[in-house]
């Protein structure tokens, strides 16, 4: 009986150390986790806020689904002539990556394994390069720094508010948000949510047209384009006679 009696204890004993550990979780909310996509759409703000253990960093990452994606690259040829040269494969990459972090750390994130760099496969390091600056000069790759607040740590937790900026040519499609809990530049805890952007009043009707009547949406554009430049013509006719 004194023996049953002991285990019991030692088992409540086990229960109750491990209890501030299993609860020091990492959590993640997202909001909104949906955005419509219309004609006026010009960005908007995701807020974010969670949890991760107490001595950790709280980093945000929002990835694309991967895809293959294709570029030219330029060079002279013939030692003078400048012009696209060849065809550059990039395998796997999301179209977008967005990051955001409490400024704090050090870490050159562009560069680190948790950052840019965590998608890069096997792709030569010069044109992972510049495909990132390409990337980021259209908004689609970015690091965004102190936008992570934190709040007082509570049983071996820490929360943490966090703000990232969702471009305006952000296409429609499934991504994944998550935060890292990272401690000395390792992953001590992960927690995700999905976010999905839907095209919304007339980009949703001309991408369903477009799709589901791809003819008369060719036929269309080109009658749109003759009508456009016969305006121009007459717009400019109009003010040759007035001289």
Request: charge should be negative.
């Amino acid at each position: 009986m004194k023996n049953i009696l002991f285990n019991c204890m030692m088992v409540l004993a086990a229960l109750v150390l491990l209890c501030p550990a299993a609860s020091a979780e990492t959590s993640l909310t997202i909001r909104p986790n949906l955005v419509g996509i219309g004609t006026n759409f010009n960005g908007t703000d995701l807020s974010i806020s969670g949890t991760v253990p107490e001595g950790t960093a709280a980093v945000i990452r929002l990835m694309g689904e991967p895809r293959d994606e294709f570029f030219k690259e330029k060079g002279k040829a013939l030692g003078v002539l400048w012009m696209n040269l060849k065809t550059v494969e990039i395998k796997g990459v999301p179209d977008v990556f967005l990051m955001g972090t409490d400024g704090v750390s050090t870490i050159d994130w562009e560069h680190s394994d948790l950052g840019f760099k965590a998608v890069k496969g096997e792709t030569d390091d010069l044109v992972f390069d510049e495909f990132i600056k390409l990337m980021e000069n259209d908004g689609f790759y970015e690091v965004e720094k102190d936008v992570v607040q934190y709040k007082p740590a509570a049983n071996r937790q820490r929360g943490f508010t966090a703000s990232l900026s969702i471009p305006s040519a952000m296409h429609q499609g499934i991504y994944r948000v998550e935060v890292l809990a990272v401690k000395d530049g390792q992953v001590m805890g992960v927690a995700s949510e999905e976010l999905h952007t839907k095209l919304t009043g007339l980009p949703a009707m001309l991408s369903v047209f477009a799709f589901d009547h791809s003819l008369l949406y060719g036929v269309a554009a080109v009658l749109i384009a003759i009508l456009a430049g016969l305006a121009m013509s007459l717009l400019f006719k109009e003010r040759g006679g007035a001289h």
